[in-house]
C-alpha cells in the first residue's frame, strides 16, 4: 500500500483545512485508518482514527471538536477536516493504516505510513 497524504498549507488562526490521504496500489478499505502530526522538535502523537467502515472514530483531546475524520472506501480515500485551527496544531500531518480493522492511537500499531503534508498556522 502507498499512502499520500496532501491538502496542507498555510491558514490563518480559526481557519480551515481539509486533508486527504489517498491510497494506491491496494485497497485499505478493511484497514483502520488513522492521522498523526509531528511539530518541530517534538515526537510525533495521534490525531484521529477510523475504523474500516467508518462506524468508530476518537480523536486526541487537543483536536476534539475541530477536526473531524471521514473516509470514502470507494475512493480509497481518508479525509481529516480542520476547523478552527490553532497556531500549535501547525505540525506535518501524515495518515496510516492500521494493522488491524479498528484505529489506535499507538504507532506500532500501524503497518503503512506515508509521506506528510505541513499544515502551517499562522497567528
Known amino acids: 500500500v502507498q499512502l499520500q497524504a496532501f491538502g496542507g498549507g498555510l491558514v490563518q488562526a480559526g481557519g480551515s483545512l481539509r486533508l486527504s490521504c489517498a491510497a494506491s496500489r491496494r485497497t485499505v478499505s478493511n484497514n483502520g485508518m488513522g492521522w498523526f502530526r509531528q511539530a518541530p522538535g517534538k515526537e510525533r502523537e495521534f490525531v484521529a482514527g477510523i475504523s474500516w467502515n467508518g462506524g468508530n472514530t476518537h480523536y486526541a483531546e487537543s483536536v476534539k471538536g475541530r477536526f473531524t475524520i471521514s473516509r470514502d472506501n470507494a475512493k480509497n480515500t481518508v479525509y481529516l477536516q480542520m476547523d478552527a485551527l490553532k497556531p500549535e496544531d501547525t505540525a506535518v500531518y501524515s495518515c496510516?493504516?492500521?494493522?488491524?480493522?479498528?484505529?489506535?492511537?499507538?504507532?506500532?500499531?500501524?503497518?503503512?505510513w506515508g509521506q506528510g503534508t505541513l499544515v502551517t498556522v499562522s497567528s
Open positions: 496510516a493504516a492500521s494493522l488491524s480493522s479498528v484505529s489506535g492511537v499507538r504507532i506500532e500499531g500501524y503497518r503503512y
